[in-house]
């Protein structure tokens, strides 16, 4: 795909607070980019084809939660839902980004950053997509402190740059915004 065709996503950064490492990468959330007919099926099919791997579908988590061991992608197909992001569960409700996600959208969410909904349409599903060879998720909840020598922030340090962004491809904004913000 040419670079030039690309939407560029919005770039929500979430600085590192008391409880959540989060990250020196912004989410980025591409709007309406799914093809159409926005189903499961087709949102698996076009996410799954840059070297993304579906490994589930859900509704609403609202449970603030980070993954220190993996980039995750929802490919959002029914609904809408406000996502707050890098805001754990011992955070002060309001420390955290906030933004309304709906069917079409696309949400790359780094390692380490928290993420949850905070409200949702009833209808409101997504398919969860993570860079091929990526570990299986692993949570944590925010719950604690994260100081300076946290084996947290190394962990997080040592997810690669995806080799491809999962609505674009080897030049798309996830790599190209990574790493640069990486190699700077």
């Given amino acids: 795909m040419d670079p030039s065709s690309f939407r560029e996503p919005e770039q929500y950064p979430v600085k590192r607070n008391a409880h959540c490492p989060n990250s020196q990468f912004p989410v980025l959330v591409y709007r309406n980019v799914l093809p159409t007919p926005v ?7 076009f996410l799954q084809r840059n070297q993304w791997e579906k490994k589930g579908t859900w509704g609403a988590i609202m449970a603030k939660h980070f993954h220190p061991n993996t ?14 992001f890098g805001e754990g569960d011992a955070d002060e409700v309001g420390t955290g980004v906030r933004c309304t996600v709906s069917a079409g959208d696309v949400v790359v969410v780094p390692a380490g950053v928290a993420h949850a909904s905070v409200t949702s349409a009833d209808d409101y ?12 998720w692993r949570s944590e909840y925010g719950k604690r402190a994260v100081e300076d020598d946290d084996p947290l922030l190394n962990e997080i340090g040592a997810v690669p740059v995806p080799v491809c962004d999962p609505v674009y491809g080897h030049q798309g904004p996830a790599v190209k915004i990574w790493k640069a913000i990486r190699e700077f």
């Fill in 71 to 84: 980039h995750e992608c929802y490919g959002i197909f029914q609904g809408s839902s406000e996502l707050v």
């Fill in 39 to 45: 189903d499961e099926e087709s949102t698996s099919e």
């Fill in 125 to 136: 599903k997504y398919i969860g997509v993570y860079p091929e060879g990526s570990p299986k």
